[in-house]
Structures are given as structure tokens and as C-alpha cells.
């Protein structure tokens, strides 16, 4: 029987849920707004924002079937690891979580995922931040580890297209930092809040600008394939 709905779930972090900012003004609404207008599937799109703040991929995958899956979503945007990269001071200088389970943590979110009926993913890498140096550690910055943590990513993508697994990447990482490096440009300051790591209401508009085209622009080419 044919469903009478896409759901599209968003399934992230305090960068996917808009943490400190009103809700009518994060990209993840706006997202929901703009797939309302595509009728290229016959039935309308519903959106469901899964984001948790503060969440790691570990904990992600604890609730990911109670808060995804086991509602049958059609697509999914993945959005961690600016929690994963994080050091805690009293974590012994150890990440929240280590570069090799965020990148098998990424892997088997994709891969539950797929094997619930997900037709496609959408895997996000994340924004620089101003969070800078740790107080408690000098091993690495935040920036630094952040940054880390989005090259992880990139190569999980790379490994899981090339084993076949239907996941596009957006670099949103890049795609600040071009953006950045135009002439008159908005600076960082402006596109993040005080704290120097959730976005603005100028972030979110630079995460709407940006991301929400590419979405579309697979979603549309997904239902042309099909209807071949």
C-alpha cells in the first residue's frame, strides 16, 4: 500500500535540534518549510527533528530506534560530532568519544538506517567554531579536534558510498569556510552565539542557504531514478 507521506527525520545534536534559538528560525524548520513545496514524490513530505542536545554518536545509537527507525522514515540527515570531539576535564585527556568508535558509530547509523527501509542518507560535517583552547588540556584545541572529527566523517562517507550504502555528503565544514574567505564576508563572530559553537540566527540562515538546496536537489534526482 502506498504511504501517504515521505518522513524525512533529522537525527543530530544540539546543532540539529537549534538549541538557544526560536524554533521558526533554524535551519531545521526552514528545511521543513521548503520540502512542503516539493510534490515531485505525490505525497507531501513530514519532517521530524530527532536532534538531542549535547548528544554523541554513542548515545545516538542508543535511542536511535525508539526516536527514528522504528517510525519508518523514508531519508535521514545525520548531524554529530561536535559533542563526540569534545574533551571533558575530568576524562582523563580522552575524547567523549575516540575517533575510531565515532567514525563505527557513523558506519552502523547508516547501516541500521538502510536495513529499516531508509532510502537515502544525508551525512552533515560540521562548522568551525571560536570554542578555541581547552583549560584543562593542551593537547589539542577544540577547533583542532572539531576539525578532526570532520575529516572522520568524510572518509566514513567515502567508505560507505564505495561500499554502496545510498549516503551524500555535505561539507558544511567547507562551506563555511569558503564562505568565510569571500571579500566582505560575515564574520564568525556574527554566525555563532556567545558561546562560540551553536549557531545564530545568521548561522542558521547560512545552513539554510546552503544545505536545504542540496537536499533537494538529491531528493529530486532520487525520484526521477525511481520513476524509471
Known amino acids: 500500500m502506498k504511504s501517504n507521506s515521505v518522513k524525512f527525520y533529522l537525527f543530530g545534536d544540539s546543532i540539529c535540534f537549534g538549541q538557544l534559538v526560536n524554533a521558526y528560525k533554524t535551519w531545521a ?3 521543513a518549510v521548503d520540502l512542503g513545496k516539493v510534490d515531485d514524490y505525490g505525497v507531501p513530505f513530514v519532517v521530524q527533528n530527532a536532534g538531542v542536545n549535547g548528544d554523541t554518536t ?3 545509537l542508543q535511542r536511535m530506534h525508539y526516536d527514528v527507525t522504528s517510525h519508518g522514515p523514508d531519508f535521514m540527515m545525520i548531524q554529530f560530532g561536535m559533542n563526540d570531539c569534545n574533551y571533558w ?4 585527556n580522552l575524547p567523549r568519544v575516540s ?3 565515532f567514525v563505527a558509530n557513523l558506519e552502523e547509523i547508516v547501516e ?6 531508509v ?3 544525508f551525512l552533515n560535517t560540521n562548522h568551525p567554531s571560536l570554542k578555541g583552547d581547552f583549560s ?5 584545541t577544540y577547533d583542532d579536534s572539531n576539525a578532526r572529527y570532520n575529516q572522520l566523517i568524510r572518509d566514513a562517507h567515502e567508505r560507505m558510498t564505495a561500499s554502496g550504502n545510498p549516503v551524500t555528503l555535505i561539507d558544511m565544514e567547507k562551506i563555511w569556510l569558503d564562505q568565510l574567505d569571500q571579500p566582505a564576508a560575515t564574520k564568525l563572530e556574527s554566525l555563532l552565539l556567545e558561546d562560540g559553537i551553536h549557531l545564530s540566527e545568521e548561522g542558521h540562515a547560512l545552513y539554510t542557504n546552503n544545505l536545504i538546496p542540496k537536499v533537494i536537489e538529491k531528493l529530486i534526482e532520487i ?5 524509471d
Open 99 to 101: 575517533p575510531n568508535s
Open 58 to 60: 554513542r548515545q545516538a
Open 223 to 227: 525520484s526521477e531514478l525511481e520513476a
Open 29 to 31: 524548520s526552514n528545511l
Open 119 to 121: 532510502r537515502h542518507c
Open 89 to 92: 576535564a575530568d576524562d582523563k
Open 136 to 140: 584543562h588540556y593542551s593537547g589539542i
Open 112 to 117: 541500521r538506517a538502510v536495513a529499516f527501509g
